[in-house]
């Protein structure tokens, strides 16, 4: 398969294959005559894996050690579930911070009147 079909298959943009393969996460079966990449079934696979990975947050180091243990056999569900669970921390811990910000910035939002006077509490609670 072309990089154009790949992309296609894998619902990446082709810059972004290219840069899976340049970076050799993903790499190509082969180069055709004229020297393009071509990409077989397995690879549109691991396409469709790293995208997946990517859109839970993971990094493409993550991605990289996530997909190793995919191709593994031999791999430890154990080590794949200790990654999940480092996700899943980085993911909790994120929302107490943005919980944080939305209670600081709804006190600050509710202790301001909104009217034409030029003294708004927001402001000043920024400036702090």
Same mark, same amino acid.
């Given at each position: 398969?072309?990089?154009?079909?790949?992309?296609?298959?894998?619902?990446?943009? +082709?810059? +972004? /294959?290219? $840069? $899976?393969?340049?970076?050799?996460?993903?790499?190509? @079966?082969?180069?055709?005559?004229?020297?393009?990449?071509?990409?077989?079934?397995?690879? /549109?696979?691991?396409?469709?894996?790293?995208?997946?990975?990517? @859109?839970?947050?993971?990094?493409?180091?993550?991605?990289?050690?996530?997909?190793?243990? $995919?191709?593994?056999?031999?791999?430890?569900?154990?080590?794949?579930?200790?990654?999940?669970?480092?996700?899943?921390?980085?993911?909790? #811990?994120?929302?107490?911070?943005? #919980? @944080?910000?939305?209670?600081?910035?709804?006190?600050?939002?509710?202790?301001?009147?909104?009217?034409?006077?030029?003294?708004?509490?927001?402001?000043?609670?920024?400036?702090?």
């Amino acid at each position: 398969m072309n990089i154009g079909a790949v992309s296609k298959a894998a619902e990446l943009p +082709t810059k +972004t /294959v290219r $840069y $899976y393969a340049d970076i050799g996460l993903v790499v190509p @079966s082969g180069r055709s005559q004229n020297g393009y990449r071509v990409y077989d079934e397995a690879e /549109v696979r691991k396409l469709v894996f790293v995208r997946r990975a990517r @859109s839970f947050g993971f990094s493409v180091d993550e991605c990289r050690e996530l997909l190793g243990l $995919y191709q593994d056999d031999g791999r430890s569900s154990r080590d794949v579930k200790k990654i999940t669970l480092q996700r899943i921390a980085e993911i909790e #811990q994120k929302m107490a911070e943005l #919980q @944080s910000l939305h209670s600081e910035l709804t006190h600050l939002a509710n202790s301001c009147l909104g009217d034409g006077r030029p003294n708004c509490p927001i402001l000043s609670g920024l400036s702090v």
